[in-house]
């Protein structure tokens, strides 16, 4: 677990700087197939024209304006907050198997997304960011509380052991709201898989801001990350006030994940497969991590969201599902990886 | 002979187990075969029936006359529910005997109790069927495997309510013919979707509401006519276009709290400005029904589909739609 901790001084700039482009073009790739393909074939010409010359009689350019467009937008920001929240949780807990859904964040906002609307009938797209922001908030406080309750304090260790303790007791209180009022819970049932499919677009205008401002803080912060990984007696020797850094770092991973779960419910896996893939090239310099993870997650969601809306059709999987399937096998290889 | 307190305690269990039973011992029983496809020896006439299943079992049951000991029961925000009791048969908990057995799985006490002498279930309850069948003889009457109300004939069979099931399908059968008289033999397309989990979906008979619509000699368009089998397909938003036809209907599910305008707002993030892509919309012909009465397995709710569908064609200039 300690393999992280400490950075890798050897990540050279022109390499760390010659992938940003790479990753860019990738993206842009990535982002030009998902509103390519889908259940209905459109000719390339008929994508061009309908981003550049839209006609909103012209069913075909509504498809791409109006559906895959707002939905690849969407897998961006989702793709990049998530993963940049677990680059950014994995530096500050130095704990490679930190991410927004193990340690419990992830759970805390489905949580309170659940009870506000199935319990509290509170169902307008103007709370739902912010009921699910104090969802993410109290279960990290309670997982953070509840490691440092541990002999030994708030170790990696005792930090996923709590948060996964959390999780667990979550999902049961879920499935409890379930029980009682199985109808109104249905409506719920496959937000709660995590998918991008029919996702409301104008929630955008809610938390599209504080996810812009989240990743930009994600990114400035970055560089204290990497000697925060240090420890915390290093990076207070060397002048960081790791108190505010961490409630600073904590205010951003919560944003970052509580609006995700709110665009697309909870997705596993992203935050905590793509940093390692992006460590395998940038090392362990979060001043390259962070960023690369951003681009990496995004890139990883659209690759996954594209796959869920072609892979059986006419029928779309729903991308927490694919998302799953694709980052459990992706994690093992890591770890075993890792180990040799 | 000496009789031992322990063996005097196993004879007075097994003869309460025998007075339990006695419903089942005291009757004349026949062979019957299930939709699994198990030989069951049924009571030829009984008495005590639990149902497993609300809108496919129990509603009709009660439409044929027989109100059961024991149901399925939902939990809902105002407490338990059978989905399309209140609306279909009027006989809901609260105005009956009938006792709540829980949803799925059924809670094998709560039935034991009732001492019954018929179970009925469906593939769809998770109760597993060794338990049932201590309790009682227990028949499987799938409501997916010949189409929409087809289970009224094996219900009617195991109650012997066939009279009852005569006079429903004939009232049926007139309620058809006047959809007939209005349609008057022109080619008139339908079709009937909904929207969940932000897609489309869509079944090649959807309830009672499309049997009312295929019986009254309704055509649809080809991707729905493609559907086979009973279960629903879901199609991406982009598909939308494809279900056109001179007569839509979208379904609402009131018993989620869904309302007519969460429907449409919930096809417009399915489908952004769907309603100048649909001739059925622009034309007005775009018609929103409930969704627990158009998928019941009742004979009621196929009645008030066909007054829905007769109040929505009546009047229209049909001559022009079929050209």
């Known amino acids: ?340 | 002979m000496t009789i031992l307190p322990r063996h005097a305690a196993l004879i007075a269990a097994a003869g309460i187990a025998l007075l339990l039973a006695a419903p089942v011992f005291a009757q004349e029983t026949r062979a019957y075969t299930d939709d699994a496809g198990r030989t069951v020896e049924v009571p030829v006439a009984p008495k005590r029936i639990v149902t497993l299943h609300d809108s496919s079992l129990t509603v009709p049951l009660v439409e044929l006359g027989i109100i059961p000991v024991g149901a399925f029961g939902r939990n809902g925000e105002a407490g338990p529910f059978m989905r399309g009791a209140a609306t279909l048969t009027g006989v809901t908990f609260e105005n009956s005997d009938i006792v709540n057995v829980g949803a799925s799985p059924a809670d094998i006490e709560a039935i034991a109790a009732l001492e019954p002498d018929l179970i009925i279930t469906s593939s769809f309850q998770e109760a597993p069927i060794e338990q049932l069948e201590v309790i009682a003889p227990t028949v499987f009457v799938e409501d997916n495997v010949r189409g929409e109300l087809a289970t009224f004939e094996d219900i009617a069979e195991l109650t012997n309510t066939q009279d009852k099931l005569a006079i429903l399908k004939s009232r049926y059968q007139a309620q058809i013919d006047q959809l007939k008289a209005v349609l008057g033999g022109r080619n008139i397309s339908a079709s009937i979707i909904l929207t969940q989990e932000g897609q489309i979906a869509a079944w090649h008979t959807y309830g009672v509401i499309g049997k009312v619509l295929r019986d009254a000699g309704f055509t649809f368009p080809a991707i729905i006519d493609g559907l086979e089998g009973t279960e629903r397909t879901f199609f991406s938003g982009e598909e939308l276009p494809a279900f056109d036809a001179d007569f839509m209907f979208l379904t609402y599910d009131p018993s989620r709290g869904q309302s007519p305008q969460d429907a449409i707002a919930d096809i417009e993030t399915v489908t952004p400005s769907f309603c100048q892509f649909l001739t059925a919309c622009a034309g007005e012909r775009f018609v929103l029904v409930p969704r627990e009465d158009a998928v019941a397995r009742s004979y009621t709710a196929a009645g008030m589909m066909a007054s829905a569908v007769l109040a929505a064609i009546s009047g229209r200039d049909l001559d022009a739609l079929a050209e």
């Open chain 1, 1 to 340: 677990m300690s393999a992280i901790a400490a950075p890798h001084a050897g990540t050279h700039p022109v390499r760390a700087w010659s992938g940003v482009p790479v990753l860019l073009g990738v993206l842009l790739l990535a982002f030009l197939l998902h509103i390519a393909v889908g259940a209905k074939q459109l000719s390339l010409g008929t994508v061009i024209e309908a981003l550049f010359n839209f006609d909103q009689t012209v069913f075909d350019h509504v498809i791409v304006r109006n559906l895959r467009l707002p939905r690849a937008v969407l897998a961006v920001l989702v793709g990049a907050s998530l993963s940049l929240a677990g680059a950014l949780m994995q530096g500050v807990t130095r704990n490679p198997l930190a991410d927004p859904a193990l340690l419990g964040l992830t759970s805390g906002a489905a949580f309170a997304v659940v009870i506000a609307t199935s319990v509290l009938g509170l169902s307008s797209m103007v709370f739902i960011p912010w009921i699910a922001m104090l969802g993410a908030l109290g279960a990290a406080l309670i997982v953070y509380l509840i490691a440092r309750l541990v002999p030994g304090g708030a170790t990696p260790l005792s930090l996923t052991l709590s948060g996964a303790a959390i999780s667990a007791f979550l999902s049961a209180v879920i499935s409890v709201v379930h029980l009682l009022d199985q109808d109104t819970f249905e409506n719920l049932r496959v937000w709660l898989t995590g998918g991008l499919a029919g996702r409301d677009i104008t929630l955008l205008l809610y938390v599209g801001p504080p996810i812009a401002l989240a990743l930009i803080g994600g990114v400035l912060l970055a560089p204290r990350v990497t000697v925060l990984a240090m420890g915390d007696e290093v990076a207070q020797g060397l002048g960081v006030k790791t108190g505010a850094l961490k409630i600073q770092l904590l205010a951003v991973v919560v944003v970052l994940t509580a609006c995700s779960v709110a665009l697309a419910g909870p997705l596993g896996f992203i935050g905590l497969v793509i940093p390692h893939i992006v460590r395998l090239y940038v090392g362990s310099d979060y001043r390259w991590i962070v960023p690369y993870a951003a681009l990496a997650g995004a890139i990883y969601l659209l690759g996954v969201d594209t796959i869920a809306r072609i892979a059986i059709p006419p029928r779309e999987i729903s991308t927490g599902i694919i998302t799953a399937m694709i980052g459990a096998p992706l994690f093992v290889q890591l770890v075993r990886r890792r180990t040799r």
